[in-house]
């Protein structure tokens, strides 16, 4: 689904990635896990997610505190680790400031 | 593919959006296009898309200006109004300054 967000300025943090063919069920249960435990976080705002080779998973934050408190959590850097060690080929994040938004 | 971008600061614009059922041929000639004309523009930096039920296209530019001119460009005009009017059930765009990028 298309994220329900506030009118700008928020934050997005785009993260790009492409995967490893180890695809334990232990990806997966991360992967969910990551995606529940961000939404406790403050400041989140949604994301949104899709794969088809290329992996891109957008989430929205309210301001930067709240960016670099969920890149620090505990449970996350453990999550970050295997990514970078098992999961992930290649990866790019990056931290954007959302300053117009329109749709339909 | 991931996006070959520049250091920071650039700019990226994160268009997500929901199809219709309306899947004709000219829909997909129109997208081909849309991205062979983009990397035409000045100030166009590079792309990633993927689609999964979802679909996110995020275009990554030098400016503001860039940004501006290509959603003017008239080939882009006439595509924008035929995904309001045809094929797409939601969109929304949202235009970003990438402040901070890091990857493997």
Same mark, same amino acid.
Request: with cysteine; proline share 5%; aromatic share 12%.
């Given at each position: !689904?298309?994220?329900?967000?506030?009118?700008?300025?928020? +934050?997005?943090?785009?993260? $790009?990635?492409?995967?490893? *063919?180890?695809? %334990? @069920? @232990?990806?997966?249960?991360?992967? @969910?896990?990551?995606?529940?435990? &961000? *939404? !406790?976080?403050?400041?989140?705002? /949604? =994301? *949104?997610?899709?794969? %088809? /080779?290329?992996?891109?998973?957008?989430?929205?934050? %309210?301001?930067?505190?709240?960016?670099? &408190?969920?890149?620090? =959590? &505990?449970?996350?850097?453990?999550? @970050?680790? $295997?990514?970078? *060690?098992?999961?992930?080929?290649?990866?790019?994040?990056?931290?954007?400031?959302?300053?117009?938004? +329109?749709? !339909?």
């Amino acid at each position: !689904m298309i994220a329900k967000t506030p009118p700008p300025p928020y +934050y997005a943090v785009i993260f $790009s990635n492409i995967r490893t *063919e180890e695809d %334990d @069920q @232990q990806y997966h249960e991360t992967a @969910q896990r990551m995606v529940e435990l &961000a *939404e !406790m976080q403050p400041g989140y705002l /949604g =994301h *949104e997610s899709v794969r %088809d /080779g290329l992996g891109i998973t957008i989430s929205y934050w %309210d301001n930067l505190d709240s960016i670099r &408190a969920w890149k620090a =959590h &505990a449970e996350h850097l453990e999550a @970050q680790r $295997s990514g970078r *060690e098992k999961w992930y080929a290649a990866y790019k994040t990056r931290v954007c400031l959302v300053e117009r938004d +329109y749709g !339909m």
